[in-house]
């Protein structure tokens, strides 16, 4: 067997050690872990997608201008921000289960909060409510590493798709609740567009509860008794410590931060776009109900190619699959600044871009993060990254609004395309010092 470390920032390498006995628990905890997660982030995938369908349009609303209608994303990824850290910190002292479980209710309690916060309509309720709502987020992002602590460094990719595919069902069907929900926010004389936190807050302490029954073995605590049994062979086999592997701590640095740009610009660039296409095409007439149906085609696209994308990052290399991420985030760019204001088919095109995108992007930066990461640090590291993520999202969505505001969404579209070629370069040099 091999163990995998970052070499130089652009590739791995392969450090030799004594080969491990197969463990069946290890294959049979890891099937059950992955249906575990798979209900929960069914369920968080609702309630992730009923504050993304009309956030902004609810912020707008109480607000009274469309400047500031990115406010309440970005407040939402910055309690996002926040949520990872602790989640990650609660993950890697107590394992998976208590982080996960945790940040669920935690975005339940935040959308109890912003159903409040409208109907006494007191914006500031709202924004720390939608702050607490942001843990939701984090925590349906944060699962996937926990499909990967068990999965073998060449299927981790696909470990990850498999959880983040999960989630298409119910970020799919989320948004098409929108009407029905704020149907039956108005009969309980809750405002219409509070309606669909009625779903999120339901989802997520659903799905709280299932990783609290059924999330044993916890996977990372079962990954480091794994380790520990490995290592233990390994020291015993080495005999001298001076014939021992030393620790890949530079290249471990390289692919972290390497994997973590990816992320960030990636989530920069998909927040900052998503966010305002609901509120451009209600500024052009289109309904509640077709803004719904392009954000549930946006978020199916940011989880159903999981799959076929933990394949290709596994079959490719992580290199090639962020240059592709990219280069789909600027046609995103491209088809949203050129849609026609009365047409829904191309905007739907465009979010269908951006969310694969973003979705190449994920699984990349996230299968090198859990390469060049060890396992005792690996959760508190992991939640540290997703702050970046998150504070990515909150840039995008700050900005989102004052950029629209000022110079229109197609210049936003155009902008974060273009943004997204950060990444080539980055790849570039890295494929060069090979």
């Not at 008794?225 to 290249?251: F, K």
């Not at 990515?392 to 395309?417: E, K, N, Q």
Request: net charge neutral; proline share 5%.
């Amino acid at each position: 067997m091999t163990t995998w470390t970052w070499a130089t920032g652009a590739d791995f390498v392969t450090t030799p050690v004594p080969a491990l006995i197969d463990h069946p628990p290890r294959s049979q905890a890891q099937r059950r872990i992955l249906i575990a997660l798979i209900a929960a982030q069914i369920l968080s995938g609702a309630g992730l997608a009923a504050g993304v369908t009309v956030g902004a349009l609810l912020a707008q609303d109480m607000l009274g201008a469309t400047s500031l209608a990115g406010v309440l994303s970005a407040l939402g990824t910055a309690g996002s921000a926040l949520a990872a850290v602790a989640v990650g910190r609660i993950s890697q002292a107590r394992g998976r289960r208590p982080g996960l479980a945790a940040g669920y209710l935690a975005g339940a309690i935040g959308s109890a909060g912003v159903i409040a916060a409208a109907v006494v309509g007191n914006p500031v309720l709202l924004f720390i409510a939608i702050c607490v709502y942001g843990a939701g987020t984090a925590t349906n992002l944060q699962a996937r590493y926990a499909g990967a602590d068990l999965a073998a460094p060449a299927h981790r990719a696909r470990a990850v798709s498999t959880v983040l595919v999960a989630t298409t069902l119910g970020g799919v069907v989320g948004p098409n609740l929108t009407a029905p929900t704020s149907d039956l926010a108005d009969v309980l004389g809750i405002p219409y567009l509070a309606g669909p936190f009625l779903l999120a807050g339901a989802a997520y302490a659903t799905a709280a509860l299932v990783l609290v029954i059924w999330l044993r073995p916890d996977p990372l605590l079962l990954a480091r008794t794994l380790e520990d049994e490995h290592t233990a062979a390994a020291n015993a086999q080495q005999g001298d410590v001076g014939d021992r592997p030393r620790p890949a701590g530079e290249g471990r640095r390289s692919g972290a931060l390497f994997g973590t740009l990816v992320m960030v610009v990636t989530q920069l660039v998909m927040v900052a776009i998503m966010t305002m296409t609901p509120v451009y095409m209600h500024d052009h007439g289109h309904s509640a109900a077709a803004s719904g149906l392009v954000i549930a085609i946006h978020i199916g696209a940011m989880y159903l190619p999981s799959p076929l994308t933990g394949w290709l990052v596994d079959r490719y290399g992580r290199l090639t699959i962020a240059a592709a991420s990219a280069l789909t985030l600027l046609t995103a760019g491209i088809v949203a600044a050129n849609a026609p204001e009365d047409s829904i088919a191309p905007l739907a095109v465009a979010l269908a871009l951006l969310g694969l995108g973003w979705n190449l992007g994920l699984v990349t930066g996230t299968a090198i993060i859990t390469d060049a990461v060890p396992l005792v640090t690996r959760a508190k590291t992991q939640g540290l990254v997703d702050v970046s993520i998150s504070i990515a999202g909150a840039t995008g969505g700050m900005a989102s609004g004052l950029v629209v505001a000022v110079a229109g969404y197609p210049l936003l579209a155009i902008g974060g395309g273009i943004l997204a070629l950060v990444i080539v370069p980055v790849v570039a040099t890295a494929s060069r010092s090979r």
